[in-house]
Nanobody
Framework: QVQLVESGGGLVQAGGSLRLSCAAS????????MGWFRQAPGKGRMFVAH????????YYQDSVKGRFTISRANAKNTVYLEMNSLKPEDTAVYYC?????????????????WGQGTQVTVSS
């Protein structure tokens, strides 16, 4: 069992930056690849970024490439999402999740554990 708690969301103007954090507890954090997803009102949960268990490999949704950076600090049991040049279309609830090890990393169904989410609102 892994417990995940996101923080760092808030209201920011377009062009601004936010850094989301996801603190993990429970089973060995460094045994899981981790992902960030987001869900806008009335839409499904969409893949944002994924990082391998040692932080050496990262993957991004095309719309956030060059603007968002996923990273992790295994010594702190924490995964981060640095978001720059934010746009109103980035507005959503952002979730971190622990990858179950099978299936595509871009699919929510491939993740076993989820946080409660943190709201990010980007004003124009």
């Amino acid at each position: 069992q892994v417990q995940l708690v996101e923080s760092g969301g808030g209201l920011v103007q377009a062009g601004g930056s936010l850094r989301l954090s996801c603190a993990a507890s429970g089973r060995a954090f460094n045994s899981y690849d981790m992902g960030w997803f987001r869900q806008a009102p009335g839409k499904g949960r969409m893949f944002v970024a994924h990082v391998s268990r040692n932080g050496g490999k990262t993957y991004y949704q095309d719309s956030v490439k060059g603007r968002f950076t996923i990273s992790r600090a295994n010594a702190k049991n924490t995964v981060y999402l640095e978001m720059n040049s934010l746009k109103p279309e980035d507005t959503a609830v952002y979730y971190c999740a622990a990858y179950g090890g099978t299936g595509t990393p871009a699919s929510p169904a491939s993740y076993d554990y989820w946080g409660q989410g943190t709201q990010v609102t980007v004003s124009s």
